[in-house]
């Protein structure tokens, strides 16, 4: 096994306040990765380091042994909903089709094949009927199915993706879960931005649990454990277990 | 009509005119789209309204006003990404200090040159007293123009689309904002005769619009609004002519009733079929 993954002593701040402190951690290869923990944790922060879309302060980020700039093409990246724009003139296939768009280098077109292969991986998310609707027409899980197949089009080893379930029906969330639990086990690997700790122990086999630092990473059964999570959400689960003592 | 076809055989000026004018709303058009789809028709306004210096400058100078009005387009367009990413300012906010700065400038800089005719040309436009070179150098820019969209269409469409991803993959975002930038800039300046400083915003960015209304693909949507920007561009010139009205408010305002059928009538989008829709539905419902 391959480090996929490598993150050493990451400070990340905006304008002076910190996002991120001292996170170290490493991801081998076959992995389906959680970040989980409050709002405001540093969760996006953290994958948007990753991809070297927001400076980092100090320390060091290595994505299959080289630096991010040199991987670019090896990572793919489904974005939150919320920052998409629904009402772009663009259909389904098309989207999926920018999958195949950072292969193919400038002034190249995407060919027969590149089409071809596009209309492969939205056909893996089950949305081949509703290939020439307008994006904004879909349901939040189609939506979101469709960002999917586009990360697939661009034939990554690393996929990581912001918060896929939010907004997302129950059929959609298990379509998803399903291809990145495959992806998985074919070697590739997976980090997922997840709020909802319920599903933690059924989706993930890692977890890195953030609250700014890095509280803890690992094995699931080993991080979702009431004292540490208790660290990362500051006693918000003591405080309601006390609620219910009092009722 | 008639007289409008008789004329344009024999008069040279007509027909440079109108080979300008198609020209002009084309190329505003096709850029028109890009700027639409990524929320910057203030800026695009601004722009246009921040060469006058530039023009201004050119005319002291006695030097192509083309080298002048691109200088100061991507000067303020350079200030104003400083100004907002550097404070508390907010984008829109910024774009309004600076290119009315920039439009006082100039405003400020013709007065100074005591030419009002010039000043009265430039911030309107007269194609119809478009000289040769000018039309030239109008055909010139916006095949350069259109031959970059061509070039860059799929950077253009993928950092319009979702900015995140192109640059997570690696392509320069902000290069490409500024590179359109420039292509704005160079619209501004092959659009001065036609329709003026003040207007061309409205070429900009209302056929564009038009044609977002009709379509759900981009390229369709880019060929479409270069289509409606030239049918806007003959209407006009033809009411230009054939009742002496300012070429430049002429246009715009056929290009305007062209928005307003779109509003109304557009298949998918339009106010009439909406309406048809809803009422439909509502009879569903109540059955």
Redesign the interface.
């Given at each position: 096994m391959k480090t996929a993954i490598a993150v050493n002593g990451l400070y990340v701040s905006y304008y002076g306040s910190e996002a991120l402190k001292n996170v170290s951690f490493t991801v081998e290869e076959g992995n389906l990765v959680g970040i989980i923990g409050p709002n405001g944790a540093g969760k996006s922060t953290l994958l948007k380091a990753l991809?070297n879309?927001i400076q980092k302060e100090k320390g060091e980020i290595a994505i299959l042994g080289k630096t991010i700039?040199e991987m670019?093409?090896k990572?793919a990246?489904v974005?939150q909903r919320s920052?998409?724009?629904w009402d772009?003139?663009?259909?389904v296939i098309?989207?999926v089709l920018?999958g195949t768009?950072?292969k193919?280098g400038?002034?190249?077109?995407p060919k027969k094949i590149d089409k071809a292969f596009a209309h492969e991986c939205l056909e893996k998310v089950g949305m081949t009927e509703l290939r020439n609707r307008?994006i904004g027409e879909l349901s939040g899980g189609q939506q979101q199915r469709v960002f999917l197949a586009r990360a697939l089009a661009?034939k990554p080893e690393v996929y990581l993706l912001d918060e896929p379930f939010v907004g997302v029906d129950v059929t959609s969330e298990e379509t998803i879960i399903s291809i990145l639990k495959q992806l998985r086990d074919i070697g590739k690997t997976v980090v997922v931005v997840h709020h909802d700790l319920s599903k933690a122990t059924a989706y993930f086999n890692e977890l890195i649990l953030l609250n700014k630092e890095l509280i803890d990473f690992g094995e699931v059964e080993k991080v979702i454990r009431p004292e540490v999570l208790d660290k990362a959400y500051n006693n918000q689960f003591s405080s309601l277990t006390n609620l219910e003592v009092k009722a | 009509m008639i007289n409008f076809m008789d004329a344009l055989m024999f008069y040279g000026f007509l027909q440079k005119a109108l080979i300008t004018s198609i020209m002009v709303g084309i190329i505003c058009g096709v850029i028109g789209c890009f700027i639409i789809?990524r929320g910057m028709a203030l800026m695009g306004d601004a722009i246009s309204h921040a060469v006058l210096p530039g023009v201004a400058l050119s005319y002291m100078l006695g030097i192509n006003f083309f080298f002048g009005a691109v200088f100061f387009g991507v000067l303020t367009s350079l200030g104003i990404g400083f100004i907002s990413q550097n404070s508390r300012i907010k984008n829109d906010v910024s774009i309004g200090i600076m290119f009315t700065a920039a439009f006082a400038t100039g405003i400020i800089m013709i007065t100074l040159m005591k030419s009002s005719t010039d000043l009265y040309h430039i911030l309107f436009g007269n194609v119809l007293a478009v000289r040769p070179s000018e039309m030239w150098s109008t055909l010139i820019i916006g095949v350069f123009v259109l031959v970059c969209v061509y070039?860059?269409y799929?950077?253009l469409?993928?950092s319009?689309?979702?900015s995140?991803?192109a640059?997570?993959?690696?392509l320069p975002t902000r290069v490409i904002h500024y590179f359109l930038m420039t292509l704005l800039t160079l619209v501004t300046v092959a659009s001065l005769q036609t329709v003026g400083i003040v207007l061309v915003v409205a070429m900009l960015i209302t056929p564009a619009a038009t044609a977002?209304l009709l379509?759900?693909?981009?390229w369709?949507?880019i060929f479409l609004s270069a289509g409606i920007g030239v049918l806007a561009s003959i209407f006009g010139l033809y009411f230009s002519y054939t009742y002496n009205l300012a070429s430049g408010a002429a246009i715009v305002l056929a290009a305007t009733v062209l928005f307003v059928l779109a509003f109304v009538f557009s298949p998918k989008q339009g106010l009439v079929f909406r309406a048809i829709k809803n009422v439909r539905k509502r009879e569903l419902l109540s059955r």
């Open positions: 991809l879309l700039k670019r093409t990572v990246y974005p920052s998409i724009d772009f003139p663009i259909t098309d989207t920018l768009y950072p193919l400038i002034f190249k077109r307008q661009q | 789809l070039a860059f799929k950077e469409l993928v319009s689309f979702d995140t991803m640059a997570a993959y690696g977002y379509t759900n693909r981009l369709v949507m």
